[in-house]
T-cell receptor
Framework: QKEVEQNSGPLSVPEGAIASLNCTYSDRGSQSFFWYRQYSGKSPELIMFIYSNGDKEDGRFTAQLNKASQYVSLLIRDSQPSDSATYLCALNTGGFKTIFGAGTRLFVKA | ETGVTQTPRHLVMGMTNKKSLKCEQHLGHNAMYWYKQSAKKPLELMFVYSLEERVENNSVPSRFSPECPNSSHLFLHLHTLQPEDSALYLC??????????????FGEGSRLTVL
């Protein structure tokens, strides 16, 4: 079983819709969870981080964490073509080791 | 310069060459990382240095040799590589501590092609 699993996509949504990106993980000791965005040919950049069960909102982005189900998601409201990118789910089990999923490609159609 | 800078951005080398990738962080962070990114695969953590000491070495072949001379600089020395080592090599830094988020700040990457 992969440590961090994501649907590779592409996930295609129309402009203005809600994009829902999902991630499951295997290590119950995981402490912190991250969503990174990576544009083609660029390096990853942090979008959201979450530590506690529940929802965390930042502008158009909402991260959701359910540790019992080992599930973390990212919702993007009012999706824009500029949101088209690969979204990487990542987790940290403490210390220096951050583990990434393979990413979900999102395509927002204008 | 600000953030994390990597050089060279692109590198083509033969299997018998020796080359080095360089990373410099201007963020005052206490940890630096090398990740490998291959197409459609997760980022693979290769090495982690904290305050110039290696704290993680994820079963990386010895043809990759890291060096961290100080907390701002990180090198990845490459020798006798294989074509399957062709990938994007990303350097990152972070501030590790109880009050920190654990966010990684990435450089733009070095695209390596091994012929």
């Amino acid at each position: 079983q992969k440590e961090v699993e994501q649907n590779s996509g592409p996930l295609s949504v129309p402009e203005g819709a809600i994009a829902s990106l999902n991630c499951t993980y295997s290590d119950r000791g995981s402490q912190s969870f991250f969503w990174y965005r990576q544009y083609s040919g660029k390096s990853p950049e942090l979008i959201m981080f979450i530590y506690s069960n529940g929802d965390k909102e930042d502008g158009r982005f909402t991260a959701q964490l359910n540790k019992a189900s080992q599930y973390v998601s990212l919702l993007i409201r009012d999706s824009q073509p500029s949101d088209s990118a690969t979204y990487l789910c990542a987790l940290n089990t403490g210390g220096f080791k951050t583990i990434f999923g393979a990413g979900t490609r999102l395509f927002v159609k204008a | 310069e600000t953030g994390v800078t990597q050089t060279p951005r692109h590198l083509v080398m033969g299997m018998t060459n020796k080359k080095s990738l360089k990373c410099e962080q201007h963020l005052g962070h206490n940890a630096m990382y090398w990740y490998k990114q291959s197409a459609k695969k997760p980022l693979e953590l290769m090495f982690v240095y904290s305050l110039e000491e290696r704290v993680e070495n994820n079963s990386v072949p010895s043809r990759f040799s890291p060096e961290c001379p100080n907390s701002s600089h990180l090198f990845l020395h490459l020798h006798t590589l294989q074509p399957e080592d062709s990938a994007l090599y990303l350097c990152a830094s972070s501030q590790v501590g109880t009050a920190n988020t654990g966010e990684l700040f990435f450089g733009e990457g070095s695209r390596l092609t091994v012929l």
